[in-house]
């Protein structure tokens, strides 16, 4: 069943207001992998380089995924499906043959198959 517009428009101007989740230090290394592993075949295939601000941008959607569950904690499945959002994003900026290897590479923190 579909949300009121009125209880979405509560809903988002509280979450907004009140709700402030962060990345636990205990996360970051899961996030350093992939950016390392990243930037390594980035580097090694000729395609676009991947940047810190993709990093940023894990940090950014784990921590918005959080927000929307109104919740003070960033989980695994928030990092997790930013990673994938991220990954999923990269890879369709590649030239064809970099997009396949790469999701090959990354199948694991993706649903490419």
Do not use: C, N
Request: charged letters at 25%; glycine letters at 4%; aromatic letters at 8%.
């Amino acid at each position: 069943e579909p949300i009121p517009q009125d209880m979405l428009r509560k809903y988002i101007s509280y979450a907004k207001r009140y709700i402030k989740p962060k990345l636990s230090s205990g996360d970051l290394p899961k996030v350093s992998q992939v950016y390392a592993e990243l930037r390594r075949e980035s580097v090694t295939r000729e395609g676009m380089p991947v940047a810190v601000r993709h990093v940023e941008s894990i940090i950014r959607m784990s921590e918005a995924r959080a927000g929307m569950r109104l919740s003070e904690h960033v989980t695994s499945e928030d990092i997790d499906a930013a990673i994938a959002v991220m990954l999923s994003s990269f890879i369709g900026t590649q030239k064809l043959s970099v997009q396949k290897a790469l999701q090959k590479k990354f199948a694991r923190y993706t649903h490419f198959h």
